[in-house]
């Protein structure tokens, strides 16, 4: 797909788990230490849910923060779509209550599980929803709350993950800024490299970290590079690239490949661990406010399954 910008981003919001946990703090409780995960991983601190969180209230408080950075209220959204896998139940999903809580009950909810790249995923619903015309304007929200499916004593995967919640409001724009393309990939066959089962199960995550890994580093450049190729564009013109953020050695090594500024880069994977599909919204606020007209922010989810989706969007 490849159009007119559509789908404009006009807020965006996020929320943390309550409490903040350091290396240091899981060096405690697991055989681990502060210059290990930071050399493998680049992470210093997530945040965990704590008592009365869980993925729902995550979604709920990032939603509430994007409607109110675009001066909305919750009765001015037509459809809400969450990026999870870690919803509290299956039924309801997360996108239902978050509609209850902000108060439009009756409007189109839908949850969408694509793992690490469900916020991409979802993000190109979002805009064919938008172009084609069902809404007029999409709460979009990537929400998971890890910690539910992660066993804390497995020390290969409980270092890396945190929980929190991103959201976008996205509106038709006026054809000049939006969402412009979206690439979207699966491929079940790699799926023994990461599985888990739902947040109180037994079946907690397991993943083959060094494949996941070489998938990472070879998908997330080769996404970039595909949707500036097809839209025309250099690399030059793209003021942000937002990757899925797992490791910070994967989001380097994508850089040098594509031999692109790392200002241009974002990473926060240090602060917030990855909070699989939150980790690209939750970085929004930190940069929205610096986008400038014209240039182009290029999105990029990657995750089990195996998953990847890109998105290109037009300041
Ligand atoms: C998980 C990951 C950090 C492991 O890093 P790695 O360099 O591949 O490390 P390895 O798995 O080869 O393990 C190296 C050693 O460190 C040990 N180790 C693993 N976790 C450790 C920890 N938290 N602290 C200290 N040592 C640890 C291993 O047991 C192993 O020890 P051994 O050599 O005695 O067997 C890395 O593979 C990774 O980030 N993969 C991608 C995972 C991912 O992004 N998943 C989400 C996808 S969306």
Redesign the pocket.
Known sequence: MSGPPVGKIVGVGRALGNRVVTNDDLART????DA??QA??GIRERHFISEGEDCSTLAIEAARNALSHANLSGDEIDLVICATSTGPESMPSVACLVGEAIGAPGIGAMDLAA??AGFSYAASVADAMLRSGPASRVLLIGADAMTTIVDAQD??TS??FGDGAGAVVLEKGDGTSGFVDHVLGADGRMAPF?RAGHPGDDHKLY?N??E??KF?VRVLPEMVEKLVARNGISLEEVQYIIP?Q??A??IHAAARKLDVLEGCIVVNVDRFG?T?AASIPISYPDIFDGFEMGRYVVTVG???GLTWAANLYKI
């Open positions: 697991i055989d681990t230490t290990w995960i493998r991983t793992a690490c020390r290969s270092v890396l990461g993943q970290g060094r996941v890994f990472a899925h797992a490791n050695r994967i990855n699989s990657f995750g089990f």
